[in-house]
C-alpha cells in the first residue's frame, strides 16, 4: 500500500520487483522468483479469488524443480483466510510464509521490510520443511490453521489464541519452539459451498438464522461465553438442523473454546445435544472457512484431519 492524496487516502500500488527494490537486501543466498498475482486490498478478495491463488501455489508446488519455499504477501484484512486455506488443504512438504504489514511504504515506521526479510528466511530454513503453511508478523512464526488479526491498527496485529506461535525469527534466524505437526492436508476440488455467519446479541430472537437458511449451504453462529445463546434464537437454530444443514457454534470471545457446561435453555451443552458443532480451537472466521472446505470436500466438520 501506498498514500495516495488524489485517493485521499491508502490503495495498493507496488508490484513485487518494486516491493523488493524498496525493502532491499533480503539477506538471503537463494535465488528470488517475483511473480505478480494481483494486487487486489483484501477485502476485494473473495472464496473465487482465494481459491485461484491456492491453485497457483499449488501449481507450483507441482512443478518438475518446485521452489524451496514460497511467501505470499498479502493484505492483513482477509490473510487469516487465505493462511488458512492454503494451511489446510496443501502438502506441508514445503513452507510456504504468507506475510504482510500494517503501515504503508508512505509510513517512516512501515514494518513491511522488516516482515518480508522474516518471511523469507522462515520459507528457506531447512527447520521449514513439512511446516506447510505459516504466517510470519512481528517477528514471530504462527501455524496458518491458528493465525489470527487480533488488532485493528497495531503493528504486531496477528496471533494464535489458541495455540502458542510455532517459533519466532532472531535477529533473521529463524527458532521453532518444536518438531513439525504430522499433517494431511484436506482433499477438496473447489470451494464452492456457501456458510454464514451470524452473531447473536442480547435477546436475539433469530430472525437473522431464519433468513440465512434458504440463502446458505451451512451457518456459524457466534454465541456468547462457552457458547450460550439466547432462548429465543432456539427454534431458529432448530430449523436449519431439521432442514439437515449444518450449524457449527462459536464463541465471540477471542480465547477459549464452547463447551458444554451450561444446560438451561440456550446453553451451550443444550445446542451441542441438539446436534449443533463446536468450532474447536477456531475464531468464527476460521470456524466458517472449516465448514465451507468440508462441505465442498464433502466431509464432516471436525472429522477431516487437521
Not at 478478495?45 to 499449488?58: K, T
Not at 520443511?129 to 496485529?157: C, E
Not at 432448530?238 to 449444518?246: H, N
Not at 450449524?247 to 440456550?266: H, T, W
Request: hydrophobic share 40%.
Amino acid at each position: 500500500m501506498q498514500r495516495s492524496t488524489a485517493a485521499g487516502g491508502n490503495v495498493p500500488a507496488l508490484g513485487g520487483a518494486e516491493l523488493l527494490a524498496m525493502v532491499g537486501d533480503l539477506g538471503t543466498r537463494h535465488e528470488i522468483r517475483v511473480e505478480d498475482w494481483e494486487r487486489l486490498p483484501g477485502v476485494h478478495r473473495g472464496p473465487r479469488e482465494i481459491w485461484a491463488m491456492r491453485e497457483r501455489v499449488r501449481a507450483m508446488l507441482t512443478e518438475s524443480n518446485p521452489p524451496a519455499g514460497i511467501v505470499v504477501t498479502h493484505g492483513t484484512d482477509t490473510l487469516e483466510e487465505t493462511a488458512y486455506l492454503l494451511a489446510r488443504t496443501l502438502d506441508p512438504e514445503v513452507p510456504i510464509v504468507v506475510t504482510g504489514s500494517m503501515r504503508t511504504s508512505s509510513d517512516p515506521a512501515w514494518d513491511g521490510p522488516k516482515n518480508l526479510r522474516d518471511a523469507v528466511a522462515v520459507a528457506g530454513d531447512p527447520g521449514a520443511r513439512h511446516r506447510g503453511t505459516m504466517v510470519v508478523f512481528g517477528g514471530r512464526i504462527y501455524d496458518g490453521l491458528d493465525a489470527t488479526k487480533l488488532d485493528a491498527f497495531a503493528d504486531g496485529a496477528f496471533g494464535s489464541p489458541h495455540r502458542p506461535p510455532v517459533g519466532r525469527v532472531d535477529a533473521g534466524v529463524p527458532q521453532f519452539a518444536g518438531p513439525a505437526d504430522a499433517r494431511l492436508p484436506l482433499r477438496v476440488q473447489q470451494l464452492g459451498s456457501r456458510v454464514a455467519i451470524v452473531p447473536l446479541i442480547l435477546g436475539d430472537d433469530g430472525a437473522m438464522v431464519d433468513a440465512a437458511l434458504g440463502r446458505f449451504d451451512g451457518l456459524v453462529i457466534q454465541g456468547f461465553g462457552r457458547g450460550n445463546v439466547p432462548p429465543g434464537a432456539l427454534p431458529a437454530i432448530r430449523r436449519w438442523l431439521d432442514a439437515g444443514k449444518p450449524v457449527v457454534l462459536a464463541s465471540r470471545c477471542p480465547f477459549g473454546e464452547v463447551g458444554g457446561e451450561y444446560a438451561f435453555e440456550g446453553g451451550g451443552g443444550q445446542l451441542l445435544r441438539l446436534g449443533v458443532l463446536p468450532a474447536g480451537p477456531r475464531p468464527v472466521s476460521l470456524a466458517r472457512l472449516e465448514l465451507a472446505l468440508c462441505l465442498s470436500a464433502g466431509v464432516p466438520y471436525g472429522n477431516a484431519p487437521a
